[in-house]
């Protein structure tokens, strides 16, 4: 243990937490490139993005040039009530790794909603309040994005829908349940209740449905709501990225007062809200020539946007009604095979990942495989106590991966990995690990190329 | 919020931690009443223990005098995996109810076992692995502390078996499996891989088990394993209150650190591990005479060991194959009416505790309907984000009455009630209760005379 006996855990406390989210954006090389508005594919303008999103929320998806922003009271005080979430040193999966990196873990899922979406939802429904509106919408996959939301309007009082995948509704009928514990109305996806819903339920094919559609249904009940509600996203946006940086700024400010800073940081990576957040003032001290971290996001291979999609304009749903953003994406059209990470089954991926991974700045994505990361779950699970969600999993089975190449190097760098949140309502794919009836999902390979086809032509 | 700010959580540095639990019965005004043998009626002697529990553990069931038992170093490495435990100020429950009170909870759901049972599992997994045996059996009904026991096996290297009450086995297929992830063997009980279990399952009517039968058959096989195992329960044993005082010791200290002092201490009671935990060195005060706090034991309704049970010799399983503890009873034959708090379908409660109660240390007990418990827990996750374990919604309940008879009178206490875990596995019970179609169980009484007059006549 060095010099210095570093704790299991590090808190940082109270009155250490941030006050203001770091915007990433602010010290990009390259220019962002703006959303598009679906129907004239010219850059959103503030006023079109306010009719999907509440005002503040649209002005922070703009927002390029504020470094820090400030964090509202009101959402600083529901932190409080679940951060800081502990920087844990995992020193019993060293031991059984006989490795000598030194290996953290950010631990986000120790709250009611399992993970680190609350972070956002919080900040999204105290806007959405202070507006004066009445309510929002979302879509679920996994059902922790649900949740978090679920559990933000109602500490704020506002009406809540979330159209939930149907295949994870079914699947997880605790997560619906958790929901309404919270006062949320909660509809499988595709449903009658919208225009988009009743088309794509047309083809009895599309019946389990994806994330790409209930964001459709979602958006298009935001906007028939004659301005009563918006629309709210648990990833992708540039505001959940900005909102999500306090992850990595508690972080850091924890490794520093351990006098630590990581040589490898590895996040899960579906739309990016995790690994952008916990990236954050890693990355500024990256752009800014202070640090040079290597950042890896892991991506499964049935649902692999960086390791095998294309950068470039796309849909964020698969109804084609929300607006265009430059990204990496297997096209709006992909349709993942069913794996039990669903929080990672999305065809796109955060602009500003996509632009950092494109620049070299994110240095690696890897893809890996469903069996491999429940087995590197059920192990940290045991040595470490924490029975960890399926998205985080992928990030501890490169974790382990990086700390078993030290065994073999001798060399002691320090890995930062972010563990999202927590499996107990994923036992039903722990229940197939454990039986050995768990297989890979097929290569996405050919639904890549035919949904790449299909990419919208676009003319700069 | 006063002179000083509080925050929300405090924790307590790593270097703050007990290194001792606290043994309330050395400071105990009336001698504590023993174990008996069940073959002989006798005061039960280490040896006899020996061959039921680990060495060190009966050990710990006997000792009387050491006020102060060290934390084994082992046991402290795993304590810091997972504790402290923050106590948190309910700042949003006291705006929410307009009281004066100030209410504090000690959270000890922060783990993947869900509940406090973790602090006494790891302790007796550590003294049979310390003693070379080769593995433990217990029972679970809720399913919280088999799986805490086999997170502690699973991290000594122990072989464990559970078996699991049937009706929550099959009700919470999740927590088996969550046990399987930990590497323990799960049976529903009753079972026919034991003889008390075979003669048990001869009137069908018994088929969906108790915890009580549960118990008789982990016995009997920790019994004749030739010595390679022992049983491990996870409440009601001096050890376990003795394991759990981590919890009100950590409290204490945390409160100190703020300035504050209890006026009322409030805990769910079933077999007695967390109240004894929680009360522990605020127990001491008392009996020492250093300070007057108030406690209140919540149990339910449908199971009111305390306020409706006798005093009396009675044993631990309804096999009757355990020693006999002089405790509160409804009677080992007694069966509760189904309920969604697990937990506490307990016949006995906790000899320490049942002393205390009948010497009036513990001020008071309170039985109260499940209904108005769910309804509790509804409005505690709401405002405090957190979704209370049944179980702990009993204290909930017990807490809010008390902070509304302040409000009434004006008086502004300080509450501290113990939140022993979290509801995830429960969500069946919290969708009955936001349908509307959860009800009281019916009233115990008839049951109770039943089975007292059952109770085992004792000859001193």
Redesign the interface.
């Known amino acids: 243990m060095g010099k210095r006996e570093i704790?299991?855990?590090t808190?940082l406390?109270?009155n250490e937490m941030p006050k203001e989210w770091y915007n990433v954006r602010a010290d990009m090389k390259t220019d962002h490139r703006s959303l598009l508005n679906p129907v004239t594919q010219q850059p959103a303008k503030a006023e079109e993005l306010e009719a999907v999103f509440s005002r503040e929320c649209a002005a922070q998806e703009l927002n390029d040039s504020d470094a820090y922003i400030e964090i509202p009271d009101a959402v600083r005080?529901?932190y409080?009530?679940?951060r800081p979430s502990p920087l844990v040193r995992a020193?019993?999966l060293e031991k059984y790794l006989d490795t000598p990196a030194k290996i953290y873990y950010k631990f986000e899922g120790?709250?009611?909603s399992?993970s680190h979406k609350l972070n956002s939802a919080i900040a999204q429904a105290y806007y959405a309040k202070e507006q004066g509106l009445k309510g929002l919408t979302t879509e679920t996959g996994a059902g922790q994005w649900g949740t978090a939301l679920a559990?933000a309007c109602?500490?704020f009082g506002l009406d809540l829908t979330v159209y939930m995948v149907r295949c994870s509704y079914e699947q997880k009928?605790?997560r619906k349940?958790?929901m309404?514990?919270?006062?949320a109305h909660v509809i499988a996806s595709p449903s009658d209740t919208t225009e988009v819903g009743r088309r794509i339920l047309e083809n009895p094919a599309n019946r389990s449905g994806s994330l790409g559609t209930a964001i459709s249904e979602a958006v298009e009940v935001a906007m028939k709501s004659g301005g009563e509600r918006r629309y709210s996203l648990g990833s992708v946006l540039n505001q959940v990225v900005l909102h999500q940086s306090v992850i990595g700024i508690e972080s850091r400010r924890a490794m520093e007062k351990l006098d630590e800073y990581p040589d490898i940081v590895i996040g899960c990576a579906g739309g990016g809200s995790n690994l952008g957040g916990l990236m954050s003032e890693f990355m500024r001290d990256k752009l800014r020539g202070n640090a040079n971290p290597y950042f890896i996001a892991v991506e499964p291979m049935s649902c692999p946007s960086l390791t095998k999609g294309v950068f470039a304009y796309d849909y964020c749903d698969t109804g084609k009604v929300t607006p265009l953003a430059m990204m990496y994406t297997l096209g709006s059209s992909f349709m993942p095979a069913t794996s039990h990470a669903g929080g990672l089954r999305y065809h796109g991926m955060s602009p500003i990942i996509s632009q950092l991974y494109h620049d070299g700045y994110l240095d690696e994505a890897r893809a890996v495989n469903q069996t491999d990361v429940f087995d590197a779950a059920?192990k940290f699970?045991?040595?470490?106590?924490?029975?960890p969600a399926p998205e985080s999993a992928h990030a501890i089975k490169v974790a382990i991966d990086e700390a078993l190449k030290c065994k073999q190097s001798g060399e002691e760098k320090t890995i930062l990995f972010g563990l999202t949140g927590?499996g107990?309502?994923d036992?039903?794919a722990?229940?197939k690990s454990?039986d050995g009836t768990l297989s890979d999902a097929p290569p996405a390979q050919d639904a890549i190329e035919a949904s790449e086809s299909k990419l919208p032509k676009m003319d700069f």
């Open positions: 704790p299991y855990k808190y406390a109270e005080n529901f409080k009530m679940y020193y019993c120790n709250n009611t399992g559990m109602g500490y009928p605790q349940t958790l309404r514990t919270y006062g059920v699970a045991r040595v470490e106590g924490i029975l927590t107990y309502f036992l039903y722990y229940e454990l």
